[in-house]
């Protein structure tokens, strides 16, 4: 009588042991295929940022070409114009907020003028005719001075020309907004 009753506990330890088994065994499964699946994921860079996209607003009248900002903050623009006439460049600005008058830069060269503190060189062309493109490389300003970042980090600025028009007086006009990513 006892050997049946032990036999009959450890036939139930059994199928309790067995079900634990199938219970880990079907858990693990899934765990490994969530893991693959978020390596695969990665791997594809399907979630990685640095592949989002960047993009150049421009005003009516100007037009981006090429554009970037590397990790230094220095913003590299490709500018065009067709406004109908040629236009003479008095300064241009990058600055990461836009004044409380909404008409200028927060930071940086907040008067658009053409000190050279605020250009990685002077431009090279005071002069941009309708349909020209010259490439301008500035420094951005942020809060904190030069608005550097990480390579992959997002940048969002504005980019304004201090500009006459002959014939016409001086104007300062934010020309472009730009959401980038820093190279």
Request: contains cysteine; glycine residues 10%; proline residues 4%.
């Amino acid at each position: 009588m006892h050997e049946k009753s032990v036999m009959r506990r450890c036939g139930a330890c059994a199928q309790k042991a067995q079900a634990a088994i199938d219970f880990l065994i079907s858990y693990g499964i899934a765990l490994v295929f969530i893991g693959v699946t978020f390596v695969i994921i990665y791997d594809v860079s399907v979630v990685n940022p640095s592949l989002a996209t960047t993009s150049c607003t421009p005003s009516p009248g100007f037009s981006c070409g090429f554009y970037a900002i590397n990790s230094s903050g220095i913003v590299s623009i490709q500018l065009s114009q067709s406004l109908g006439a040629s236009i003479n460049i008095q300064g241009i600005a990058c600055s990461t907020a836009i004044n409380a008058t909404g008409n200028k830069p927060l930071y940086g060269n907040i008067y658009v003028s053409n000190s050279i503190t605020f250009y990685t060189s002077p431009f090279s062309t005071n002069t941009i005719y309708s349909g020209a493109s010259p490439v301008f490389k500035l420094y951005c300003y942020s809060s904190s001075g030069k608005a550097t970042g990480y390579a992959g980090n997002p940048f969002i600025g504005y980019i304004w020309l201090n500009y006459t028009i002959p014939g016409f007086g001086a104007v300062i006009q934010q020309v472009a907004a730009l959401d980038l990513r820093y190279t």
